[in-house]
């Protein structure tokens, strides 16, 4: 099981990022695949969850109506589109997977133990 996050940067306060996250070792038929952050000092927390069969999406408030979560199988990658990015935004972004979860396990991080290396998204003017 392998994730490889990318996409991050410098951008200003309502500008745009799309992340992406290719996987391989697993179909995303069958893992669903969480976004998480982690800004410095705090805990790494879900952002954006996507599930594997059914595609449902969970997202966290902060983020609900700017982000968007979304998958292309055939490249095996799910994306991260965010929007209208906020200095509260910064922080090193994972995407991460572990067996049996689905998009409402979003909350609970501990559960997924397979990550990507991070990618770190700066907003900023």
């Known amino acids: 099981v392998q994730l490889q996050a990318s996409g991050g940067g410098l951008v200003q306060p309502g500008g745009s990022l799309r992340l992406s996250c290719v996987v391989s070792?697993?179909?995303?038929?069958?893992?669903?695949i969480g976004w998480f952050r982690q800004a410095p000092g705090k805990v790494r927390q879900g952002v954006s969850c996507?599930?594997?069969?059914?595609?449902?999406?969970w997202y966290a408030d902060s983020v609900k109506g700017r982000f968007a979560t979304s998958k292309d199988n055939a490249k095996n990658t799910v994306y991260l589109q965010m929007n209208s990015l906020k200095p509260e935004d910064t922080a090193v972004y994972y995407c991460?997977?572990?067996?049996?979860?689905?998009?409402?396990?979003?909350?609970?991080?501990?559960?997924?133990?397979?990550w990507g290396q991070g990618t770190l998204v700066t907003v900023s003017s």
């Open positions: 070792g697993f179909s995303l038929d069958d893992y669903a």
């Open positions: 996507i599930s594997s069969r059914d595609n449902s999406t």
């Open positions: 991460g997977t572990d067996k049996a979860l689905t998009a409402t396990m979003c909350t609970m991080t501990i559960v997924w133990n397979y």
